[in-house]
């Protein structure tokens, strides 16, 4: 059986170093459901590897000093497996909260002690394993494994508490890391020279890690689904019938006054219409100059509105970038709308590009009126636009929006996105 245990173990290995190389996103490392298991995987595969290589080393004869060194190896990465499945539990089940903190704690403590008292077993009061499979059960062996029980009870309670409240299916998978070893630690019950565990440790990982990344497809695809709607939210708003009016309105005067003008404005207006619908059909990302190119043609409507009242400024030092569309123009009619247009004389909206080492900025200000920061003095609908811009580079590229503004001095307006 030693060469099954060995055979099994490595395979179970290689599966494992398989997931741990090529199959985690790291930029959601920190997401629900990700957080700690890299590394419950990395010490699956290295308890796998270390025993599996500890009893090839019996098949091969290997010296007493490899197998002394893979023993504690062994041990070390069991009870860091065990901690760090407990941690993934606690996050899942309670996310950053003090109750995720203190099991942590007492799991940490307890995988410490036992893995203390099992290497001091096997080191000093059984120094070679002459005996192969006979062990020498003393208070040293019992405190090692009790340990690893414990955690494992611990971590079935936070899964039944947490499907108690939830009635989350997904308790009955995390339960698995739980069921494979218990039906491991039966049959060598019956079979002592059959040691299933830490293959049945490894099979639970490989089992999670699936639901995980079923998981991880079902969010994607609600954010995908998410992010369409709130694209068809701003392209919505934008088509406003006031906004349509005023345009037609303009464009109607100027076809008798300047209908070369007019015609121009007829041209802009229609770019705009079709940067909308493109945007309707596509819902993707487009490059920067795509969005600034359909700004131009908003701008230059407001501007044939407005007249020398609203002053438009350039500063593009970067295009090398993609972001969702329609994020710029609605911060640019925020600030004509509410800044500069109530200011007495207008004023002057500047639009910036440029490459940081934090990533790429977009700032639109403006020297209207500004506003007070702590109290939206708007009537809700501005306040949920912006929102949606800032929710929608969240979802689509991990941006941020930031707003500073003072009274009499005007808004500013700054979009990070990282560098990813």
């Not at 096997?122 to 002459?130: C, D, G």
């Not at 955690?151 to 069921?179: N, P, Q």
């Not at 795509?290 to 593009?316: N, P, Q, S, T, V």
Request: proline share 3%; aromatic share 12%.
């Amino acid at each position: 059986m030693i060469v099954v245990n060995c055979c099994t173990e490595l395979l179970v290995a290689l599966i494992l170093s398989i997931i741990a190389i090529g199959s985690f996103d790291r930029s959601r490392k920190n997401r629900k459901g990700i957080k700690y298991f890299p590394s419950v995987v990395i010490c699956t595969f290295l308890l796998n590897a270390s025993m599996g290589f500890f009893h090839l080393g019996y098949i091969k004869g290997w010296d007493d000093p490899i197998r002394r060194i893979l023993g504690p190896v062994g041990i070390v990465s069991y009870y860091l497996v065990l901690f760090f499945f407990s941690k993934y539990i606690n996050y899942y089940v309670f996310e950053r909260g003090k109750w995720e903190r203190t099991l942590g704690i007492v799991s940490g403590v307890i995988c410490a002690v036992s893995a203390i008292a099992w290497l001091y077993y096997l080191v000093v009061r059984l120094p070679v394993f002459e005996d192969r499979f006979q062990m020498h059960f003393t208070g040293f062996y019992f405190l090692g494994q009790a340990g690893g029980v414990l955690v494992l009870i611990g971590c079935f309670c936070v899964c039944v508490a947490y499907y108690v409240r939830t009635r989350g299916k997904e308790a009955f998978v995390l339960m698995l890391f739980m069921y494979f070893p218990a039906i491991a630690f039966v049959i060598r019950c019956f079979f002592p020279t059959v040691t299933l565990l830490y293959q049945a440790m490894g099979v639970s990982v490989v089992v999670i890690f699936v639901f995980i990344q079923s998981q991880s497809a079902r969010r994607l695809a609600m954010q995908d689904r998410d992010l369409f709607e709130k694209n068809q939210q701003i392209i919505i708003s934008q088509l406003k019938p006031h906004f349509l009016y005023n345009v037609l309105n303009s464009i109607y005067y100027l076809c008798e006054k300047s209908p070369d003008d007019a015609q121009q404005a007829i041209a802009e207006f229609s770019e705009y219409l079709r940067g909308n619908l493109d945007s309707i059909e596509s819902g993707r990302m487009v490059t920067a100059q795509k969005e600034l190119e359909h700004l131009e043609h908003y701008l230059h409507l407001e501007k044939m509105r407005f007249g020398e009242d609203l002053k438009i400024a350039y500063d593009i030092r970067t295009t090398d970038f993609m972001i969702p569309p329609l994020t710029i123009q609605p911060l640019a009619e925020n600030a004509i709308k509410h800044g500069i247009t109530r200011k007495l004389g207008g004023g002057t909206l500047l639009i910036r590009t440029e490459r940081s080492p934090e990533g790429v900025r977009i700032v639109v200000k403006d020297d209207g009126l500004g506003f007070d920061p702590d109290r939206m003095p708007e009537d809700g609908k501005t306040h949920m636009g912006i929102e949606n811009v800032r929710s929608r580079l969240k979802m689509a590229c991990g941006g941020t929006l930031q707003i500073r503004s003072r009274e009499g001095e005007g808004t500013e307006v700054t979009i990070l996105l990282k560098n990813q």
